[in-house]
């Protein structure tokens, strides 16, 4: 009644079309949690640099970076290279596409540095402006909203923040705790404890700003110090990051044939694979040597 090869062929055609299903929709729940995930960080960033926007448009803008980079790289190579192909052109657009989609984390990740960077030059100016308002008679309320109405951004900022929620009823204890968890700041959480144990056990709390602002100048005069002596080491990770690209650049000026040859074997795409992996994890082991944490 059937052909002999009937039977086979829609088995084999029925269990593909399966396969694909599930392949799909395993990509779709993965893509998925991967776009919550990515909402929740991006959400969370940028609480901590108070900036405005939604968490969606962190993520549509990831989406047009990959397709200008995409774009871009093919016609950027379309017009270099002397070799033109439309597998080579896609390959370097899906790998620019990839490398463009964290730029805006990035971005923000590098805000919040600077941020709380700036944020710890500057506390130590406010501790001396609390101490001092604590010895003309102010209470620590007064004295924190005296900081909160200068006009020194970021921490003027977020001691607004604290001095709100104050206001609204929150403890103090657990506004400076809230204000220790957002900003994340080692130097604050001393401060923040020092508050919270002169208020318990009634010690002179003015002494004891004195002696956190000398501290943090230390620390901040150490964390200066730091960055100039690391500064060569990072700037090698960098140059020691690129140089594969721009030599394998030039490679392909100088000797295209040998190029051409290397990038259509299968073992010379994977040599070019595993070098960039290579590329990356001495990036990343030059970046955390030279990150040091006092």
Same mark, same amino acid.
């Given at each position: 009644?059937?052909?002999?090869?009937?039977?086979?062929?829609?088995?084999?055609?029925?269990?593909?079309?399966?396969?694909?299903?599930?392949?799909?929709?395993?990509?779709?729940?993965?893509?998925?949690?991967?776009?919550?995930?990515?909402?929740?960080?991006?959400?969370?960033?940028?609480?901590?640099?108070?900036?405005?926007? @939604?968490?969606?448009?962190?993520?549509?803008?990831?989406?047009?970076?990959?397709?200008?980079?995409?774009?871009?790289?093919?016609?950027?190579?379309?017009?270099?290279?002397?070799?033109?192909?439309?597998?080579?052109?896609?390959?370097?657009?899906?790998?620019?596409?990839?490398?463009?989609?964290?730029?805006?984390?990035?971005?923000?990740?590098?805000?919040?540095?600077?941020?709380?960077?700036?944020?710890?030059?500057?506390?130590?100016?406010?501790?001396?402006?609390?101490?001092?308002?604590?010895?003309?008679?102010?209470?620590?309320?007064?004295?924190?909203?005296?900081?909160?109405?200068?006009?020194?951004?970021?921490?003027?900022?977020?001691?607004?923040?604290?001095?709100?929620?104050?206001?609204?009823?929150? @403890?103090?204890?657990?506004?400076?705790?809230?204000?220790?968890?957002?900003?994340?700041?080692?130097?604050?959480?001393?401060?923040?404890?020092?508050?919270?144990?002169?208020?318990?056990?009634?010690?002179?709390?003015?002494?004891?700003?004195?002696?956190?602002?000398?501290?943090?100048?230390?620390?901040?005069?150490?964390?200066?110090?730091?960055?100039?002596?690391?500064?060569?080491?990072?700037?090698?990770?960098?140059?020691?990051?690129?140089? @594969?690209?721009?030599?394998?650049?030039?490679?392909?000026?100088?000797? @295209?044939?040998?190029?051409?040859?290397?990038?259509?074997?299968?073992?010379?795409?994977?040599?070019?694979?595993?070098?960039?992996?290579?590329?990356?994890?001495?990036?990343?082991?030059?970046?955390?040597?030279?990150?040091?944490?006092?």
């Amino acid at each position: 009644m059937f052909d002999s090869a009937f039977i086979p062929s829609f088995c084999a055609f029925l269990a593909v079309t399966l396969a694909t299903l599930v392949v799909v929709d395993f990509i779709l729940f993965t893509s998925a949690r991967y776009k919550e995930r990515y909402l929740e960080e991006a959400a969370v960033e940028l609480d901590d640099i108070l900036l405005q926007m @939604p968490p969606g448009r962190i993520f549509d803008l990831s989406l047009a970076l990959c397709g200008l980079a995409f774009f871009m790289t093919v016609v950027i190579f379309a017009s270099v290279s002397d070799n033109f192909t439309w597998a080579r052109a896609i390959l370097l657009g899906m790998l620019t596409s990839i490398a463009a989609f964290p730029t805006p984390r990035l971005v923000l990740r590098q805000l919040r540095k600077q941020r709380l960077q700036k944020f710890n030059d500057q506390l130590e100016e406010a501790l001396g402006s609390i101490s001092s308002s604590l010895k003309a008679g102010f209470s620590i309320n007064q004295a924190l909203e005296s900081v909160a109405q200068e006009k020194k951004r970021p921490i003027s900022v977020e001691f607004r923040l604290l001095t709100q929620e104050i206001r609204l009823g929150v @403890p103090i204890d657990k506004a400076l705790d809230n204000l220790t968890r957002r900003l994340g700041s080692d130097d604050f959480e001393l401060v923040a404890t020092a508050i919270i144990t002169a208020r318990q056990t009634g010690g002179e709390l003015t002494a004891i700003l004195e002696r956190l602002a000398a501290v943090i100048r230390e620390r901040v005069r150490i964390n200066n110090k730091l960055r100039a002596m690391t500064a060569q080491g990072k700037l090698q990770a960098l140059i020691i990051g690129i140089m @594969p690209f721009v030599l394998m650049f030039m490679m392909s000026k100088v000797a @295209p044939q040998a190029m051409d040859q290397f990038f259509n074997s299968v073992l010379g795409i994977i040599s070019t694979v595993g070098a960039i992996v290579l590329v990356v994890i001495g990036f990343l082991v030059i970046r955390k040597i030279t990150t040091i944490d006092i």
